[in-house]
Structures are given as C-alpha cells and as structure tokens.
C-alpha cells in the first residue's frame, strides 16, 4: 500500500464547476501538506501549504486538512479551463524536509 | 515562474554514459531538492541538501550522486545510464527547513 494515495482520474468537469481532490494517507507523522498544479511536461508548481489540521483559503482555491481522518481535500470554486492540469498531492512528517507525492489527478474543464 | 532554475531543458545520451544536471535555486533559499519524475514511479525524493550539506536521502542509487557548492547552486551527476533513467529530473528548493518548496522546469532525460 502506498503512503499517499490520490485518484488518478481523468476528472471532466464544465466550466464554472466546483472540483473536489483529495488525497488519503497512512502516515500519522505527516505534519506539512501541499497542494501542486502540474501542466504537461513543466514543473509543478506550489497552490497551498497548510500545516496540521484545518482549513486555508487563497482566492478560488481551499484547502482542507482533517489528520484524524488522514484526508486532505483541495476545492477548487468556479473553475476555468485554464485550470486543466494535473494535481498532486504532498506531505511530509515534522522531523524531515522529503515530499512524499500522491500519483496526480489530472482535471480537464471544458467550456 | 518560481525562481528556480534548471539546465539543460533535454538531455538525450546512450545507455552507459554520464550526464550532470544543473540547478540554481531560488535567491536566498538554503535548501536544494532533487526529485525523479516517471510515468510509473511519480514524482520520487532523491536527495537534499542545505547549505552545502547532505541532508536527506531516499531512494538514489549508487549510481547517482549530487553536490551543492558554495554559491549554492547543485549538481546532479547520473552515471552508467540505463533505459529506466529516462525521466523528468526536478530541482526544488526551500528557505529553510521545514518551509514549502518550489520546483524547477525539470530536465527531461532520454537515455537510448
């Protein structure tokens, strides 16, 4: 079983939708949690970072933490079709720096 | 664009060769990562380094090795290339520890 497991999809949703990803994990010393939008063949790049349990919201983007379920959620409200990529998911414990990744979830928005 | 960069864009050599991959983090950031992205693996940790140190170290091998120098800039060195290395190859890098990282273009490597 994988540390970090994450619905590959494809995910296809209409423009304006509200997209839910989430991610589960079996690590209980995961501390940091993040969320990265991939386009094809760049380099990810970093949506949220939240620590421990809760909720943080950056404009159309919420992230949500819930460690005594070991489930992270990334809502994405209104979305556009510039938002089609693939989201990873990324955690990591407290006493080290080392990312470990959920597979992706690749999210098509068509208009 | 984070701020990280990474040269070559694509690398493409022969089965027992060696290459160097180039990254210069970020202004100010301490912190280089360097990650193996494959269709079947994902996106893997290999090695960390923080100002000039060897940090961490996951799933390498021995044919790899990497080094971060005084201005901070790092190198990743893959040597007797096999088939099974061609990937993407990301750098990232963080202010300090426990901080979020940001990722590099990648290089992408083909091994023929």
Redesign the interface.
């Known amino acids: 079983q994988k540390e970090v497991e994450q619905d590959p999809g494809p995910l296809s949703v209409p423009e304006g939708a509200i997209v839910s990803l989430n991610c589960t994990y079996s690590n209980s010393a995961f501390q940091y949690f993040m969320w990265y939008r991939q386009y094809s063949r760049k380099g990810p790049e970093l949506l949220m970072y939240t620590y421990s349990s809760g909720n943080k919201e950056d404009g159309r983007f919420t992230a949500q933490v819930d460690k005594s379920s070991k489930y992270i959620s990334l809502f994405i409200r209104d979305s556009q079709p510039s938002d089609s990529a693939t989201y990873l998911c990324a955690m990591s414990p407290y006493n080290t720096d080392k990312l470990i990744f959920g597979t992706g979830t690749r999210l098509q928005v068509f208009p | 664009d984070?701020g990280?960069t990474q040269t070559p864009k694509h690398l493409i050599t022969a089965t027992g060769q060696r290459v160097t991959l180039r990254c210069s983090p970020r202004s100010g950031d301490l912190?280089v990562?360097w990650?193996q992205q494959s269709l079947d693996q994902?996106?893997?940790?290999l090695i960390?380094y923080y100002n000039g140190e060897e940090?961490?170290k996951?799933n390498i091998l021995e044919r790899f090795s990497a080094q971060q120098f005084p201005d901070l800039h790092s190198e990743l060195n893959l040597s007797s290339l096999e088939l099974g290395d061609s990937a993407?190859y990301?750098c990232a890098s963080?202010s300090r520890?426990?901080?979020?990282?940001?990722?590099?273009?990648?290089t992408?490597l083909t091994v023929l």
């Not at chain 2, 520890?97 to 990648?106: A, I, L, R």
């Open positions: 984070s990280v912190s990562y990650y994902g996106l893997q940790f960390q940090r961490a996951g993407l990301f963080s520890m426990g901080n979020e990282q940001f990722f590099g273009p990648g992408r």
